[in-house]
């Protein structure tokens, strides 16, 4: 069975840094799945932040254009989420989500994450961004 674990949240103060991770286990194709990350605060929708496709484009929302970045390590089935200058409006929990579709650019990744969900999904990691 395939699944997604999310892992390295924590608590970090205002302009900290952290590194999440997105750890896939059971696929058989990594390489061609589309990786998001999405968030979710308290009381707030969710946000879809980051993504990066099969073939390495990436897309950015544009509070955290700048600050975070997203890579994947095929070989270690694993997509990385690198933030900088974290702010409390960053706390949320952090979820990765995954799927094939061949999607036209990085930022439809995440829309269509949004609009009608992902196939694969994590449980999330809770970061938690004191002033």
């Known amino acids: 069975e395939a699944h997604l674990v999310e892992s390295g949240g924590g608590l970090v103060q205002a302009g900290g840094s952290l590194r999440l991770s997105c750890a896939a286990s059971?696929?058989?194709?990594?390489?061609?799945?589309?990786i998001a990350w999405f968030r979710q605060a308290p009381g707030k929708e969710r946000e879809g932040i980051s993504s990066?496709?099969?073939?390495?484009?990436?897309y950015y929302l544009d509070s955290v254009k700048g600050r975070f970045t997203i890579s994947r390590d095929n070989a270690a089935n694993t997509v990385y989420l690198v933030m900088n200058n974290l702010k409390s409006d960053d706390t949320a929990v952090y979820s990765c989500?995954?799927?094939?579709?061949?999607?036209?650019?990085?930022?439809?990744?995440?829309?269509?994450?949004?609009?009608?969900?992902?196939?694969?999904w994590g449980k999330g990691t809770l970061v938690t961004v004191s002033p």
């Open positions: 989500a995954a799927d094939r579709i061949r999607h036209p650019t990085a930022q439809a990744v995440v829309a269509m994450g949004l609009a009608l969900g992902m196939k694969y």
């Open positions: 059971g696929f058989f194709d990594f390489d061609a799945l589309n």
């Open positions: 990066i496709t099969r073939d390495g484009r990436t």
